[in-house]
């Protein structure tokens, strides 16, 4: 079987230094050792992605290398009995794409405990459709209900809001019942953020205006923010009392040029997100809203499938601030 031959795309160094990215042919004996075998259906396009594939040392530490935070496909062999031949699973954070190689290849080899069963009332694709942004969204939200933020309690903000995250936030805060204001620096998708169901639009220049003063007039019950630095520090300074902030994402910077103020004077609790290493049960029961009173099928509208040949445009853009919505990867078979 180690003889199957198989496409993946491969981030890898130049004599210069530079890092470049190709399609290339590997057998199974280029994966990493693992419990389980698996055949990719369809991966998805994350920031960490981008970066990895650009050769950001932070993320991977060792190239060539094949990036992919997320994969869904079928189980092709296993040692373990926890899982069968024909087993549809979803591989969401761990190590997978960082320093193992990730879904970016038509086979992974993962631990069988990095595996989740997909969910009834999810299709691989939907899986993928949502992936690692998906997830880390709705783990957001559940920050935002278990920290007693209700509908009731006022408007929630989120930030980065044509990103993956952002645009999913958006959809399921409406779902439960939210009022949403949608930040971003692209204005000219105002439509498309009323559409995905934001009560409101706001420029991301008009909102840093007031960044330099310690603390700001209460607008926000809670926040999603996905992009860190002067973005995340302003919304903070604008949360009123015993509000609370999710935090998930550095796409702007991450560093938080912050003062103790919102904390001391109002109560407001900052919420650090982190999908790679969600506890099982908790990452179980979140796929499982997911699937079932938190299924989203107007996801599928945010969503372009690509080919693994078309990642580099697409890897570019998202690295610009260019992207908006989801990038579904369509592995397609083996040769």
Same mark, same amino acid.
């Given at each position: 079987?180690? #003889?199957?031959?198989?496409?993946?795309?491969?981030?890898?160094?130049?004599?210069?230094? +530079?890092?470049?990215?190709?399609?290339?042919?590997?057998?199974?004996?280029?994966?990493?050792?693992?419990?389980?075998?698996?055949?990719?259906?369809?991966?998805?396009?994350?920031?960490?992605?981008? =970066?990895?594939?650009? @050769?950001?040392?932070?993320?991977?530490?060792?190239? *060539?290398?094949? *990036?992919?935070?997320?994969?869904?496909?079928? +189980?092709?062999?296993?040692?373990? *009995?926890?899982?069968?031949?024909? %087993? #549809?699973?979803?591989?969401?954070?761990? %190590?997978?794409?960082?320093?193992?190689?990730?879904?970016?290849?038509?086979?992974?080899?993962?631990?069988?405990?990095?595996? &989740?069963?997909?969910?009834?009332?999810?299709?691989?694709? #939907?899986?993928?459709? $949502?992936?690692?942004?998906?997830?880390?969204?709705?783990?957001?939200?559940?920050?935002?209900?278990?920290?007693?933020?209700?509908?009731?309690?006022?408007? +929630?903000? /989120?930030?980065?809001?044509?990103?993956?995250?952002?645009?999913?936030?958006?959809? $399921?805060?409406?779902?439960?019942?939210?009022?949403?204001?949608?930040?971003?620096?692209?204005?000219?998708?105002?439509?498309?953020?009323?559409?995905? @169901?934001?009560?409101?639009?706001? %420029?991301?220049?008009?909102?840093?205006?007031?960044?330099?003063?310690? =603390?700001? *007039? !209460?607008?926000?019950?809670?926040?999603?923010?996905?992009?860190?630095?002067? &973005?995340?520090?302003?919304? +903070?300074?604008?949360?009123?009392?015993?509000?609370? /902030?999710?935090?998930?994402?550095?796409?702007?910077?991450?560093?938080?040029?912050?003062?103790?103020?919102?904390?001391?004077?109002?109560?407001?609790?900052?919420?650090?997100?982190?999908?790679?290493?969600?506890?099982?049960?908790?990452?179980?029961?979140?796929? @499982?809203?997911?699937?079932?009173?938190?299924?989203?099928?107007?996801?599928?509208?945010?969503?372009?499938?690509?080919?693994?040949?078309?990642?580099?445009?697409?890897?570019?853009?998202?690295?610009?601030?260019?992207?908006?919505?989801?990038?579904? /990867? %369509?592995?397609?078979? !083996? #040769?």
């Amino acid at each position: 079987m180690n #003889e199957l031959h198989f496409n993946a795309l491969v981030a890898f160094e130049d004599q210069n230094g +530079v890092f470049h990215r190709a399609i290339r042919q590997q057998t199974l004996a280029d994966l990493p050792a693992g419990e389980v075998l698996i055949k990719v259906k369809y991966s998805s396009l994350n920031y960490k992605d981008a =970066l990895s594939a650009t @050769g950001n040392r932070g993320v991977t530490k060792a190239y *060539p290398h094949t *990036p992919g935070i997320d994969a869904a496909g079928v +189980v092709v062999a296993s040692s373990n *009995p926890q899982w069968q031949c024909g %087993d #549809e699973v979803i591989c969401t954070g761990y %190590d997978l794409g960082m320093n193992t190689s990730g879904g970016f290849g038509q086979y992974i080899r993962t631990p069988a405990h990095w595996l &989740v069963k997909k969910p009834v009332g999810l299709s691989l694709l #939907e899986a993928m459709q $949502l992936g690692t942004a998906g997830f880390t969204a709705a783990l957001s939200v559940l920050g935002l209900q278990n920290n007693g933020v209700a509908p009731e309690n006022g408007m +929630v903000l /989120v930030t980065g809001a044509t990103g993956g995250v952002g645009t999913i936030a958006v959809m $399921l805060l409406r779902k439960l019942g939210y009022a949403v204001t949608a930040l971003t620096g692209k204005m000219s998708e105002q439509q498309f953020l009323l559409d995905l @169901g934001a009560q409101a639009v706001l %420029d991301r220049n008009q909102f840093l205006g007031h960044k330099d003063r310690p =603390l700001l *007039p !209460t607008q926000w019950a809670g926040v999603i923010d996905a992009v860190g630095g002067e &973005v995340l520090a302003t919304a +903070v300074k604008g949360t009123g009392f015993n509000g609370v /902030v999710t935090s998930c994402g550095n796409a702007a910077s991450g560093d938080l040029p912050l003062n103790v103020y919102p904390f001391i004077l109002r109560g407001v609790h900052l919420l650090g997100i982190y999908s790679a290493n969600c506890p099982m049960e908790k990452r179980l029961a979140v796929w @499982g809203k997911l699937a079932q009173e938190w299924k989203l099928p107007e996801v599928s509208s945010l969503c372009r499938m690509v080919t693994l040949d078309e990642l580099e445009t697409e890897i570019f853009a998202m690295l610009a601030g260019n992207s908006k919505g989801r990038c579904v /990867v %369509d592995l397609g078979d !083996t #040769e």
